[in-house]
């Protein structure tokens, strides 16, 4: 999935850092993806062997980290049958395809309706027994990517597109999405400085907001086909409650005390931040606020910029590692 703050491209340095300090590659580890977004970093470590504690507050990633972090390998049998569903006029139909008369063009008409079949399609199939709990975030979780695929939009949900780019013109359809027989982690969804009082581990990976976008409006709409819990919408872009899950991360009134208290209370050897050096803190800050709890060491790395964000000239930004090695 195209999404803020992706590490996909940044695996490999983040894996050599934790290697670094926690010597990953010759032990099984406890690995806290505190910010999980799409879980693509928790899901790299599980496939390496380690023990993966997730969590996100947006509850559609704690739909995808559910299933990449906990599922084991799942031969979802029902795709067919939900791929061939006959398309419902539902929430998402008339609330963001055009034909309903909404104003709002996120999806082509087909696309909503067909969309709307398979959500409410899923639930029945939950409530009914007829599918167990790791195959019904599962099924949840390939429909979320799905969506994503044929969005109408420009990477982000903060806004549509005036007409159907062709993408968003392809049929919505289903497909078997990864999982992994390694050890089962264990997915939070809540706010990860009130989680963090409830685990410990080896390795805390940190990868926080940067700025001021908020997460919870950028992908309302994800949060909306996760939950599909009918809410109340307003404005152009049809945009649920979101106050509730917005991120003290991405203020820059809050985020230094944020921060600092996430660093003290956690229980782990290791921690690891992902900032960006164009963020709401400097690395002056940073290392000024870890520094107090141990040793603290920074890794650098040029980063390809987020293609959504157009706020920026430069295609690049330097993103930072920062590490701590907390005192005992």
Do not use: W
């Not at 739909?63 to 049958?81: A, F, H, R, S």
């Not at 419902?88 to 008339?94: D, N, R, S």
Request: glycine share 6%.
């Amino acid at each position: 999935m195209n999404y803020i703050g992706s590490k996909v491209s940044l695996l490999d340095f983040i894996d050599s850092v934790v290697d670094e300090f926690a010597d990953s590659y010759n032990r099984r580890l406890v690995i806290c993806d505190a910010f999980a977004g799409t879980g693509t970093v928790g899901f790299f470590f599980r496939q390496q062997g380690h023990m993966v504690i997730a969590n996100d507050l947006q509850y559609y990633s704690y739909v995808m980290n559910k299933n990449l972090i906990e599922n084991p390998v799942l031969t979802l049998d029902k795709l067919d049958y939900l791929n061939n569903l006959k398309p419902v006029e539902g929430f998402l139909y008339k609330n963001y395809c055009a034909g309903s008369g909404s104003g709002r063009m996120y999806f082509s008409d087909e696309n909503g309706k067909r969309c709307d079949a398979i959500r409410q399609a899923i639930e029945q199939m939950r409530a009914s027994g007829e599918i167990s709990e790791n195959e019904y975030f599962a099924y949840l979780a390939a429909l979320i990517e799905a969506v994503d695929k044929v969005a109408n939009t420009a990477a982000i949900y903060g806004a549509f597109l005036k007409k159907l780019k062709s993408a968003a013109q392809r049929p919505l359809k289903l497909k078997q999405i990864p999982t992994s027989n390694e050890i089962a982690g264990k997915v939070y969804n809540g706010d990860s400085n009130r989680v963090i009082n409830d685990i410990s581990g080896d390795v805390l990976y940190l990868d926080p907001p940067y700025n001021i976008r908020q997460y919870s409006s950028n992908y309302h709409l994800l949060e909306t086909i996760a939950r599909y819990d009918n809410p109340e919408i307003r404005g152009k872009t049809g945009l649920r409650e979101t106050a509730s899950q917005n991120s003290k991360y991405a203020s820059g009134r809050t985020v230094a005390a944020e921060f600092e208290d996430i660093i003290k209370k956690a229980r782990f050897k290791v921690i690891i931040v992902s900032y960006s050096n164009e963020g709401l803190m400097s690395e002056k800050l940073i290392c000024e606020i870890m520094s107090k709890y141990g040793t603290y060491y920074l890794r650098e790395r040029e980063h390809r910029r987020f293609r959504a964000d157009r706020t920026h000239k430069a295609i690049s930004t330097n993103e930072h590692l920062h590490v701590l090695v907390k005192h005992n």
